[in-house]
């Protein structure tokens, strides 16, 4: 059986992928390859509290990812796994349409309730 810390070392992997990290809802950090664990962890539980609200009030019932852009085309994705949150940070001018299938190919192993 696979354990988070092999899961984090799969994502990272994944052409793209400049660092990542896999937060408990609760916060807790589980496992990480970014040196920004702090800012990230803030930002994934923000958001995602901020999508469940979203999703309530509108009546949406799931939320693949969330992406946020910067300037230099680097992204940060926010991907809700059942009871966790996984965040990867995107390497600047990568192929993001195989990223992101590798990614969802990857999540699709992992978690019970993926939409």
Do not use: W
């Not at 796994?81 to 990223?99: A, F, H, P, R, T």
Request: net charge negative; proline share 1%; with cysteine.
């Amino acid at each position: 059986m696979a354990t988070a810390k092999d899961f984090v070392e799969r994502v990272s992997q994944i052409a793209g992928v400049a660092g990542c990290l896999l937060i408990r809802s609760d916060g807790m950090v589980v496992d990480q390859t970014s040196d920004d664990v702090e800012g990230y962890s803030s930002l994934l539980q923000i958001s995602s509290g901020l999508a469940a609200d979203i999703m309530n009030g509108t009546g949406f019932s799931h939320c693949r990812y969330i992406n946020f852009q910067r300037t230099n085309n680097q992204s940060f994705y926010i991907f809700p796994i059942d009871q966790y949150l996984l965040g990867i940070i995107q390497q600047e001018d990568c192929s993001v349409n195989e990223m992101l299938e590798q990614v969802f190919s990857l999540l699709d192993k992992v978690s019970t309730n993926r939409g």
